[in-house]
């Protein structure tokens, strides 16, 4: 989506780029939550919570639908833009100065 707009930026002056990662936030804390209840599949606070964050996600779903217009794109071609995004935090934290913040990285060697 971001590569539609900067190919076409008159057509991207409406779109909310914002929703993307809060989304996708919400969509790995409901697949989350669907583990966590398949082991206490009775369990209040959690299906509780689950719902809550499908509630969360539809709504967001919707509006992103609406501002962002995306267009289908095959599974390799999206599994290699999150490769290199993968790629490029682990190049970004490798070169952080000591003490930044961020995930804490672990030497198992």
């Not at 909310?16 to 409901?30: K, Q």
């Not at 833009?81 to 930044?100: C, D, I, K, N, W």
Request: overall charge positive.
């Amino acid at each position: 989506m971001i590569r539609q707009i900067q190919e076409n930026p008159e057509a991207g002056r409406d779109q909310d780029l914002v929703l993307l990662v809060p989304a996708r936030a919400a969509g790995m804390l409901l697949r989350h939550a669907d583990q966590l209840l398949a082991a206490a599949p009775d369990h209040e606070q959690l299906q509780a919570l689950r719902a809550k964050t499908e509630a969360v996600l539809i709504a967001w779903y919707h509006r992103a639908e609406k501002a962002l217009r995306p267009r289908p794109m095959p599974l390799a071609r999206t599994a290699g833009y999150q490769a290199e995004m993968v790629l490029s935090l682990a190049r970004l934290f490798s070169t952080a100065p000591s003490g930044t913040p961020g995930p804490a990285v672990r030497d198992d060697r």
